[in-house]
């Protein structure tokens, strides 16, 4: 499709599962972004991928949390051993980036994920 | 240090209401500024960007926002509100510098629309 896919756009599971979110961009974006939105919170930043450069993980809450991007497209989010404070909505954008400078971002609809 | 912040966290107007939600930015770089939406439900969709240029910038829906870099602002504006602009609002700042990928978000302003 024309814009960033995001799949499941719904995952429940049990405390202490592992869960995988996955990100697929609009063709050509060299950037790809994760934020994190729990209910009335804001856009929490979590990883950013760049082209071959090494990931910005600064937002990663804890070493539960991780994530790849695959032959610069597919990104894949991982949590593992979830917890309850995980719930959340998982967005993913991409963009373009021109002379090292962010340009717009398209976001995917998101994965709305529930740990009961 | 890089920020946004929107100052208000909900607001309430009237149908047909003017309407202005301020966003307000630290940045060290030549800021790019953007407005987001996000309907119950759905992603975020952009509303309008200022890249350079004239300072007023026109955006979908109705809405506009100025640049004012002596206030570091970049405010968000609507004559009339109407009830399906009731939604989330999010700035965000981007350029050369700063973390997070060069983009920084607000928290967001929640618009609910009286009848």
């Known amino acids: 499709g024309a814009g960033v896919s995001q799949s499941p756009s719904n995952k429940v599971t049990e405390k202490g599962k592992d869960v995988e979110l996955r990100c697929d961009p609009i063709s050509g974006h060299t950037a790809l972004y994760w934020y994190r939105q729990s209910l009335g919170q804001g856009l929490e930043f979590l990883i950013y991928f760049q082209g071959n450069s090494a990931p910005d993980k600064s937002g990663l809450p804890s070493d539960r949390f991780s994530a790849e991007r695959t032959g610069g497209s597919v990104s894949t989010l991982t949590i593992q051993r979830t917890q309850q404070e995980d719930s959340a909505v998982y967005l993913c954008?991409?963009?373009?980036?021109?002379?090292?400078?962010?340009?717009?971002?398209?976001f995917g609809e998101g994965s709305r994920l529930t740990v009961l | 240090a890089q920020s946004v912040t929107q100052p208000d966290i909900h607001i309430t107007v009237s149908e047909g209401a003017s309407l202005e939600l301020r966003c307000n930015y630290s940045?060290?770089?030549?800021?790019?500024l953007f407005w987001y939406v996000q309907s119950p439900g759905q992603g975020l969709q952009l509303l309008l960007k200022?890249?350079?240029?004239?300072?007023l910038v026109q955006g979908i829906k109705g809405f506009e926002a100025e640049f004012k870099r002596s206030q570091s602002s970049f405010n968000l504006r609507k004559p009339s509100v109407h009830w399906s602009d009731a939604a989330e609002y999010f700035c965000a700042v981007g350029g050369r510098g700063g973390s997070q990928g060069n983009l920084i978000f607000g928290k967001g302003t929640k618009l609910s629309v009286k009848p």
């Open positions: 200022y890249f350079s240029g004239d300072t």
């Open positions: 954008a991409s963009t373009t980036r021109g002379q090292g400078a962010v340009g717009e971002l398209f």
């Open positions: 940045y060290g770089a030549t800021p790019y």
